[in-house]
Structures are given as structure tokens and as C-alpha cells.
């Protein structure tokens, strides 16, 4: 069973159960923030739903659950075709577009204050974001996508998406998925007549991918919004690094909340014959999806021809 995303609803974050109903989640609220979140203006993805039944406000008492990953080596693969919105010469993926998309996970992977490292594992000919509970979830993939031709999200009008899947047991995430819109938004990837910057907006998703969400600082790369022409969130904002090397710091494995370490899935390449069953696995049989609804461009132009 491949579980796919929302279609609908417009929020900061949703989940979605498979086949139970969504709810808009809640923005965290500085009570739920610890104080080197506020300090360093970095926010960790968190649910304040660890039984996935349905997303409500967190109570000024209650202590959301973080979501990351279980592992410091996680690897992702990129959709071979490319886009020929970018380059509409090459119908595959190019070397160029490559290029800015592993550029953004090594702007990441490159702070030396965290082990954390995102790995570039090839190309794929999955089209969709999601965990296949019918596979290991080490065979998992986590996917790069460009969605040329339509964008299936339309209540989500962001110029692109990340797809989180986690256990609700304990937060780990078994999966992340990047969907850029090519369809309704006009990307660049160079330096010259910038329109929607790619490594601008990659960036941004690669902090989702790993496990951060929105920045109050407006100068930070997880701020919420970018404008039409802004390179500035290729590179991290000193609150952006503060986040990664919160979560993933440096000689150390990840800690979840359930003190389970460094054990859990990297999301490797899907191989059919490693088939397994998530079943039987308790709370853990309902993995979540979380939407990390994004950049919410400012003076965006509509692809032209759109
Ligand atoms: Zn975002």
C-alpha cells in the first residue's frame, strides 16, 4: 500500500492518516518552543497528535512530539525526468539540474557542527511521494520531483512541497518526499533574470526533509514566504545551522523521544526482493504523513502560458 498525500486543505502543516480524516494542524505557539528555539529562532517539525487520530491544537500543557530521523546517514534519488520546464532542450534529468538540487543538501551537509549528512543515491522513475508499507522501510525511497505538467496539490498553491512520513510512536521519520511545482510556478537555476530561484526553494525543503520547520527570522532560509528574484536561502542563516545541529549535533547519534538511537532507517533505494511488513507493528501501523506546506511565495508570477 503507497500512501499519497492530501489533496486539499491549506495550513502550515497537516497530517494525514491513511484512510481517517485530516485536520489542519496548529501552529506551535512560543509556550510549546524550548529556550534555545527561541534563543536561536529555529523551530523543530512537531506534532502534538503521537496517536495520529486527529491533528488538534496543542494545550498549554501538553509536550509535542519532534520528528526526526533515526539515523546521521539518510540518502535520496532524484526523478530521471527532470524538468523541461528549466530545461526544455533535455527530456531527462540534466547534469546542470542535478547540480543545484545536490548543492542544496550539501549546503546543509556541510556544517561541521552537525553529523547529519544527506546522500545522493541516483535516479529514480518513481513519480510520487509516500511510504510503501509493503516494503522494508529501509527500501524506501526519498524522492526529488518536478511536477511539469500538473501540480496535485491544489489547495496547496506553494511553489513546493515536502512530504514527511513518521511513526507517531516515537517521530521517526521513515520518509521524506520534495514535489517542486513547475506546473503553475517559472523556476531558473542560474544567476541571470532570476524568476523562482531553484536551490532558493530547494534549500528551504531540504530544512522540511531533515526535520525543521517554519523560522520567525525573515532572513533565515526556514522563513515561511520568499520573493519572486531571492537567492538568499541557499545559504543558512545562523538560525537555520542552530536548528540542524540541535537536532543531528555533531559525535552524536539521534536521540528520539522513546530513547531508541542512531538505529532506524536511512530510506535507501526500493528493492522488491526485500519485501517486509510493517504490520503487527501497534501504534506504528498507522504511519503519518505530514504536508509541510511551503514558501508561500510572495509576487509570484504564474509560469507563462499558465
Ligand atoms: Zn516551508
Not at 529556550?35 to 502534538?48: A, P, S
Not at 536521540?255 to 511488513?277: E, H, Q
Amino acid at each position: 500500500m503507497r500512501l499519497l498525500p492530501p489533496l486539499a486543505f491549506a495550513a502550515t502543516i497537516l497530517l494525514l492518516l491513511p484512510f481517517a480524516p485530516v485536520a489542519q494542524a496548529q501552529v506551535l505557539g512560543e509556550e510549546h518552543r524550548t529556550e534555545e528555539e527561541i534563543e536561536h529562532e529555529f523551530v523543530q517539525t512537531r506534532t502534538c497528535d503521537p496517536d495520529g487520530l486527529i491533528q488538534s491544537p496543542c494545550s498549554f500543557d501538553q509536550q509535542p512530539l519532534p520528528i526526526q530521523w533515526n539515523s546521521n546517514t539518510v540518502r535520496y534519488v532524484i526523478n530521471e525526468m527532470g524538468s523541461q520546464q528549466l530545461h526544455p532542450d533535455d527530456d531527462h534529468l540534466t547534469d546542470e539540474l542535478k547540480h543545484s538540487i545536490i548543492e542544496s543538501f550539501e549546503t546543509w551537509n556541510e556544517q561541521e557542527c552537525s553529523a547529519y549528512e544527506m546522500v545522493y543515491d541516483g535516479t529514480t522513475t518513481e513519480r510520487f511521494p509516500g511510504f510503501d508499507t509493503d516494503i522494508d522501510p529501509e527500501d524506501n525511497i526519498n524522492l526529488v520531483v518536478f511536477r511539469d505538467d500538473d501540480w496535485p496539490h491544489p489547495h496547496y498553491h506553494a511553489v513546493a512541497l515536502t512530504t514527511v512520513t513518521f511513526r507517531p510512536s516515537n517521530g521517526e521519520v521513515l520518509s521524506a518526499d520534495i514535489e517542486i511545482n513547475t506546473a503553475q510556478f517559472e523556476f531558473t537555476d542560474s544567476d541571470d533574470d532570476v524568476a523562482i530561484d531553484l536551490r532558493n526553494t530547494m534549500t528551504h525543503e531540504v530544512g522540511h526533509f531533515l526535520g525543521l520547520d517554519h523560522s520567525p527570522n525573515h532572513t533565515a532560509t526556514m522563513y515561511f514566504t520568499a520573493a519572486e528574484g531571492e537567492t538568499h536561502k541557499r545559504e543558512l542563516h545562523d538560525a537555520d545551522i542552530a536548528g540542524l545541529c540541535h537536532i543531528y549535533p555533531e559525535g552524536d547519534e539521534p536521540n528520539l523521544p522513546d530513547g531508541t538511537n542512531g538505529a532506524g532507517t536511512d530510506g535507501g533505494n526500493r528493492d522488491d526482493n526485500g519485501r517486509c511488513s510493517l504490520s503487527g507493528q501497534g501504534p506504528d501501523q498507522g504511519l503519518i504523513m505530514v504536508i509541510l506546506f511551503t514558501l508561500a511565495a510572495i509576487c509570484l508570477r504564474r509560469r507563462r502560458g499558465k
